[in-house]
């Protein structure tokens, strides 16, 4: 290699350099926050608080928001208590397109203002664009509060 | 004047003006721009004067918005009713948005309609069309920023859009509210995205297509039996160029008025019409939501609700990208042949069926007839239909409210559009079809009321409906 080939080709591998330097620390500080799972069992209101048959919003706090989030921090979730001990916990999150499923206690149904989907009071899919039925949560009961699982924004595609 | 003399020969000397801009604003273009067509090719300057007033109202709306969750919705508030000319910024900012994505979609038609998307010019048509991509991130992403409602549940829906795409939907989704759910990580993103990372694509777009524009030259109107032959298209407009007029003033002058007009329109509608309404303040906890998006994304919104299950993840995921692999590439389908329109039948077709499609998916999307009717609490069925019911009937009439049938019927004008009027539903069905579609639903979208409805209730509704003939 003569040396005006190889300035040329060092112009190229500094330049590589640099753009290493500035976009790698910038990708992984900006892609870590994207895999940060929370997985965590939050409480969302006394069990005592929930009446059998009743299907109630109820909303937690993100367990670690970032100071700023204020509202978004919360979720919100359906909650119906379907025994002394048993409940049914649906995301509000429609599962077609994901905007928020309004319970109609009379109707039994939970409905869907964006595209009108339309579910039965067990989540599954009454009519409408929806894909697949509502999303549900793993609970448990501790020392008489009732605690749910966090979970991903629900996703169309996955569970 | 004298005195300013050796200023300006100091300047010229130093910067040497006269041949760089001096030379863009003389260079040379076909002649038939002098004659009133000349009006139709004002179309681009006018979108780059757009863009240059978004970038103005948009860094004056910067020095007050807050990007923070907890604080945005109220800074908009502030602006919106508290800062000196805040109002009329903000509506400067929407109204200068729509009408980029308009006159951008004009000079688009144009272009097409003249043939100057054909050779030599096909890189010309391939930057525009990502600056029309650029124009419309930067349209969506200005709606997320205001951060009310409608805003944030614009944001969970494009989160669960994106999840829809094959193999990589759960990670886009992930960057788009930047974490597992949206939160305080989420505004920032799209802040930033919105003011500096599109921002900064859009001037180097403007760069190489204004660059590639003055190098190509302005393409001359078509004459009917004009045909692009790409072996001596590069001559015959060299020869047609050499009788050509100076862009200043005429063209230049042109392009100054239309640009002027389209500032005073946008104006006149951020006074008149003032900013978009703030919604009420983004609260995931509020599920009673109406959640829209800006007019010019209300066609999709249609759209989503219109595909027929089954090609959902073809039309959310496949269209957009099919349209524009298809904009981008339509100048290397047929960068030769004819330019006139009047000899381009399928190019007449294809601006009217995409201007009828999108009108009339708007027009649906503002009707929305498959959005529920959510009745209010004092909410009640016109008083003529109720009148003079018998007692089962008026229990009819009040399970016909509260059991979900009036968010989807309606009655005398009152309810839902998602299903039939029932207004006259006696009149075309008998007793046991109106108690076996109670019983069973139907239509794709009617849900089954055999588990909801005791065989009382399901009588007293029938007796309601058979009332109404």
């Known amino acids: ?159 | 004047m004298r005195v300013l003399r050796p200023l300006w020969d100091w300047i010229e000397s130093r910067f040497e003006l006269d041949g760089t801009v001096g030379e863009v604003v003389r260079h040379p273009v076909p002649r038939e721009l002098a004659r009133r067509v000349g009006w139709f090719y004002v179309f681009g300057s006018v979108t780059l004067t757009l863009f240059v007033v978004q970038v103005v109202t948009g860094v004056g709306l910067a020095m007050t918005y807050v990007p923070a969750p907890n604080s945005a919705y109220d800074s908009l508030v502030f602006i919106t009713n508290g800062a000196a000319f805040g109002s009329f910024v903000r509506g400067l900012h929407f109204w200068g948005a729509s009408a980029m994505v308009v006159f951008a979609l004009i000079h688009m038609t144009q272009v097409f309609l003249f043939g100057a998307q054909k050779f030599p010019r096909e890189a010309n048509w391939m930057s525009g069309s990502l600056l029309l991509v650029m124009t419309l991130a930067m349209a969506f992403t200005g709606q997320l920023l205001r951060w009310d409602q409608d805003a944030f549940w614009a944001v969970v829906v494009a989160a669960q859009q994106a999840a829809r795409a094959p193999v990589v939907g759960d990670l886009l989704a992930t960057i788009v509210i930047a974490g597992q759910n949206v939160g305080g990580a989420t505004l920032t993103r799209f802040y930033a995205t919105h003011v500096f990372l599109i921002p900064a694509v859009i001037y180097l777009l403007i760069a190489l297509h204004v660059y590639l524009v003055l190098r190509r030259g302005i393409s001359d109107p078509p004459k009917p039996d004009h045909v692009v032959d790409p072996a001596s298209e590069r001559g015959r407009y060299a020869s047609a160029l050499a009788r050509g007029i100076p862009f200043y003033p005429l063209p230049l002058f042109r392009d100054a008025a239309a640009s002027t007009a389209a500032v005073l329109l946008v104006a006149v509608l951020a006074l008149v019409v003032g900013p978009p309404r703030l919604g009420a303040p983004p609260d995931p906890t509020v599920v009673v939501a109406d959640p829209r998006p800006d007019w010019m994304f209300i066609a999709y919104f249609a759209l989503l609700a219109l595909i027929p299950r089954g090609l959902e993840v073809p039309v959310i995921v496949g269209l957009p990208l099919a349209a524009f692999a298809f904009l981008f590439l339509l100048p290397l389908v047929r960068p030769y042949g004819y330019r006139h329109w009047s000899r381009r039948p399928l190019a007449i077709g294809a601006v009217a069926g995409g201007v009828i499609a999108y009108a009339a998916l708007t027009f649906a999307g503002y009707a929305a007839p498959w959005a529920p009717y959510i009745p209010g609490p004092d909410a009640a069925l016109p008083s003529d239909v109720t009148a003079g019911l018998s007692a089962t009937q008026a229990r009819g009439a009040k399970l016909f409210q509260t059991s979900g049938c009036w968010s989807c019927h309606r009655v005398e004008g009152s309810g839902g559009r998602r299903g039939p009027d029932l207004t006259h539903v006696a009149s075309r069905l008998e007793r046991d079809r109106i108690v076996a579609r109670i019983l069973t639903g139907g239509g794709g979208a009617m849900p089954a009321y055999a588990g909801t409805l005791s065989p009382e209730d399901v009588g007293a509704l029938t007796e309601f409906l058979l009332t109404r003939r």
């Open chain 1, 1 to 159: 290699m003569d040396r005006r080939s190889f300035l040329g080709r060092a112009i190229f591998a500094l330049g590589g350099v640099i753009a290493a330097v500035t976009t790698l620390p910038i990708a992984g500080y900006l892609l870590a926050p994207l895999f940060r799972r929370g997985n965590e069992l939050v409480d969302v209101g006394a069990v005592d608080g929930f009446r059998t048959g009743e299907t109630k919003l109820v909303d937690f706090d993100d367990p670690s928001p970032l100071p700023w989030a204020g509202q978004t921090a919360k979720t919100a979730l359906w909650v119906r208590r379907t025994g002394a001990d048993a409940f049914t916990v649906f995301d509000v999150n429609c599962t077609h397109l994901g905007c928020p499923v309004l319970w109609q206690p009379e109707a039994k149904l939970f409905l869907c203002p964006c595209h009108g989907g339309v579910y039965n009071s067990d989540g599954t899919v009454a009519g409408g664009p929806p894909p697949r039925p509502l999303h549900r949560r793993e609970w448990v009961i501790r020392g008489g509060r009732l605690l749910v699982r966090e979970a991903p924004l629900p996703r169309s595609g996955g569970a």
